[in-house]
C-alpha cells in the first residue's frame, strides 16, 4: 500500500509562500488560511504541509487534477512538475515527437524555442515554485513553537526535494535566480547564482545531508518519501554532469558516491513491471518515486500524461488501462533503432502489434456477427443476415497503418507508438480508475545508478567494475553480456533503458550531441532530415517576463 497521505488543499501560508522569481503570483492552497498561527498550530498541521509539499511534484494545482493551477498563464494540466520536464527533456530529443498543435509545443522538438516560450517558462516557473514551498516549510518548521519532535527528519526531507529542484534549474537553466530560506519574504529581490556556484551549493548541501541529517538512512524510508538514497542519485548527477555545469569533470566523486547503493538494492527481475500500476511494489530497484493514483491523486501530468499521451490508433485501451488515448507521443525511427529484437525493453506500438490489435478485433467483429445472425434468424424466419466482410473489406483501402518514418508530425500513425508505461497491474488486472493512473513516475532507478557506474568507468574513474555494471542491465534486458564496452554503447543503453523518465537531453548534451550534427534525428532543427543547431540551445533560456521583472538577472548567452 502507498503510504504516503497526500493532504490536499489544507495548508500553505498565504503570507509565506511566494516565488523567488519575480512576476510569479503564487496562489495559496487555502486564501482562507491566510497567517501562519492559524494554519500551523498542531504537529499534524506541519506534517500536512509537507505532505503538500510532496504533492506539488504529482499534481497542477489544488483542487483536482486542473483546479487552482499554481502556474498563470498556462492550461494546468500542461504545467505540472513532470510533465513540463518531460516536455523540456524529451521532446527536444529523439525519444519523441508530439502531434499536438499546442501554443508552441512544436517549437521543442524543432529546436525553435525562445525567450517568450510558453513551455520553457511553465517549467522555470514551476521549479520556482516548489522551491519557494521547500523554503517556506523549512522556514516555519524551524521557527516553530510547538514542539515538533521529527522536526529534523522533515526539514531534511524538504532540503532533499528542493536540492532535486535545483538540479533540474541548473541542468535546464544554468544560471538562475537563488533563494532559500533565510531570504526575508517580500523583501529581497533574488539575486542570479553562477551555474558553478550552483553547484556548489547543491553539493554542499547533498554532502550536509548524506554525513549529518536525520534523513532516513538508503532504502528506510515510506514509500514514496526520500532518504538518503535519493540525495546519492542527485548528487551523482550533479558530477555526472559537472563538466557541462562547471568545466570541471567530476567522474571519480560519482563513482564514489554511487558505491554507497551498493548492497542496498538490485535490478528488479521484470524490466515492464517497474512501470506499470502496482510498481510500488518494485523498491528492490526504485529509489523514490513520485506518487500517482487513479482515485486520490489525480493529475494531467506525470504518468498520466506518458501514457494517456502515448495512446492512440489503433492501440488497444483495455490493455494499457486507461479509457482512451489523447494520440500524441510517438518515437522517432532513429530512436527505435537503439533497440535490438530480443531487448525486453523494446516496447513500442509497430505495425506488428498493430496488426495483432486488428486481427484480434476483427475476430470480434466476426463472432459478434454470427451472434447476431443467429440471434435474428431465430426470432424472425425473415430476418437477413449481415453478409461478414473479408478481413481485407474489414480493414478498407484507406486504413492508415503505423509506420516507423514521420513525414507528418501531426499525424499519431507515423512514428512507432511508445508502451513503456501502462494502467495496468502485474497481474494483468486494470488499475482502480480508467480516466487517471495508479502508475508511480520512477524517478531514480539503481539500472540508472548502474550505468552511471558504467559511464564513469569508461570517463577514467577508478575503483569501480564498469563492465559487469553494464552487463548487470543488459542481462535483465535478455542480451547477451559482452567483453568490452564504449562510451558510444552506454549512451545506446541509457537510451534502451531510461527512455520516457526524463534523461535523455541531459545525457545527449553530456555526450555532446544534442545540438551538434553529429547525431540527427527526424524533424530536429525543423526539417525532416535534421539538422544541428546552435550550441546555445544546450541551455534554456531565462523567461523574458522574469527579466523584465528582476533587474538582477542576465539572459543565457546567446538568446
Known amino acids: 500500500m502507498k503510504t504516503l497521505k497526500y493532504i490536499i488543499g489544507a495548508l500553505v501560508l498565504a503570507a509565506g509562500l511566494t516565488a523567488c522569481v519575480g512576476d510569479l503570483d503564487v496562489k495559496p492552497i487555502d486564501p482562507s488560511m491566510n497567517t501562519a498561527d492559524k494554519a500551523l498550530v498542531t504537529e499534524e498541521d506541519y506534517f500536512s504541509l509537507l505532505a503538500q509539499c510532496y504533492t506539488g511534484f504529482a499534481t497542477s494545482g489544488f483542487k483536482g487534477p486542473n483546479g487552482d493551477n499554481a502556474i498563470s498563464g498556462i492550461d494546468g494540466g500542461f504545467s505540472q512538475y513532470f510533465r513540463g520536464r518531460y516536455h523540456l527533456n524529451g521532446l527536444t530529443t529523439d525519444e519523441a515527437v508530439c502531434g499536438w498543435n499546442d501554443q508552441t509545443l512544436q517549437d521543442l522538438h524543432g529546436m525553435a524555442w525562445t525567450t517568450t516560450d510558453v513551455f520553457v517558462a511553465a517549467f522555470y516557473y514551476r521549479i520556482f515554485y516548489l522551491i519557494s514551498a521547500f523554503n517556506e516549510f523549512i522556514r516555519q518548521a524551524d521557527k516553530a513553537t510547538i514542539e515538533l519532535p521529527e522536526k529534523a527528519l522533515w526539514i531534511a526531507e524538504a532540503r532533499t ?28 529581490i533574488p539575486k542570479q547564482i553562477s551555474r558553478k556556484d550552483l553547484f556548489n551549493y547543491i553539493e554542499s548541501e547533498c554532502l550536509e545531508l548524506l554525513e549529518g541529517s536525520d534523513l532516513y538512512e538508503v532504502g528506510q524510508s515510506p514509500y514514496g518519501r526520500v532518504n538518503k538514497g535519493t540525495v546519492i542519485m542527485i548528487l551523482a548527477k550533479l558530477y555526472l554532469n559537472a563538466e557541462v555545469y ?33 510498481n510500488h511494489k518494485c523498491t528492490d530497484e526504485i529509489i523514490w518515486s513520485v506518487e500517482q493514483d487513479g482515485d486520490n491523486v489525480q493529475s494531467y501530468g506525470v504518468t498520466n500524461y506518458l501514457i494517456f499521451a502515448c495512446t492512440g490508433g489503433d492501440m488497444d485501451t483495455k490493455e494499457i488501462g486507461i479509457s482512451s488515448g489523447w494520440g500524441g507521443l510517438r518515437t522517432t525511427p532513429e530512436f527505435y533503432k537503439n533497440f535490438s529484437d530480443n531487448d525486453t525493453r523494446k516496447l513500442f506500438f509497430t505495425e506488428k502489434e498493430q496488426e495483432v490489435v486488428l486481427k484480434r478485433n476483427y475476430d470480434t467483429y466476426v463472432a459478434d456477427t454470427k451472434k447476431a445472425n443467429e440471434e435474428g434468424k431465430k426470432n424472425d424466419p425473415k430476418f437477413e443476415e449481415e453478409k461478414i466482410k473479408t478481413y481485407e473489406d474489414w480493414l478498407g483501402e484507406d486504413k492508415k497503418w503505423q509506420q516507423a518514418d514521420i513525414e507528418l508530425v501531426s499525424e499519431f500513425t507515423h512514428g512507432y507508438g511508445i508502451m513503456k508505461f501502462k494502467n495496468i497491474n502485474s497481474d494483468g488486472t486494470k488499475g482502480k480508475a480508467e480516466g487517471f493512473v495508479d502508475t508511480d513516475f520512477p524517478v531514480f532507478r539503481y539500472a540508472d545508478a548502474l550505468l552511471m557506474k558504467a559511464e564513469c568507468a569508461k570517463r577514467g574513474a577508478t575503483g569501480v567494475d564498469g563492465l559487469a555494471a553494464f552487463n548487470a542491465v543488459r542481462k535483465r534486458a535478455g542480451l547477451s553480456e559482452v567483453q568490452e564496452y564504449s562510451l558510444e554503447n552506454v549512451l545506446q543503453e541509457r537510451a534502451c533503458e531510461l527512455y520516457m523518465e526524463g534523461w535523455r537531453r541531459s545525457d545527449l548534451v553530456r555526450f555532446g550531441k544534442f545540438t551538434s550534427a553529429s547525431k540527427l534525428w527526424q524533424w530536429k532543427g525543423g526539417v525532416k532530415a535534421g539538422k544541428g543547431v546552435s550550441a546555445h540551445l544546450n541551455l534554456f533560456p531565462i523567461p523574458s517576463n522574469d527579466l523584465n521583472a528582476n533587474s538582477n538577472l542576465v539572459q543565457n548567452s546567446g538568446y
Open 161 to 188: 526535494l528542493r536540492a532535486f529542484c535545483w538540479l533540474d534549474a541548473i541542468d535546464n537553466y544554468g544560471n538562475v535566480p537563488f533563494a532559500d530560506e533565510t531570504a526575508v519574504v517580500g523583501a529581497d
Open 246 to 278: 562547471t568545466g570541471t569533470a567530476k567522474y571519480q566523486e560519482c563513482a564514489d558516491v554511487l558505491a554507497k547503493l551498493d548492497g542496498k538494492y538490485s535490478l528488479h527481475n521484470k524490466y515492464q513491471e517497474l512501470f506499470l500500476a502496482d
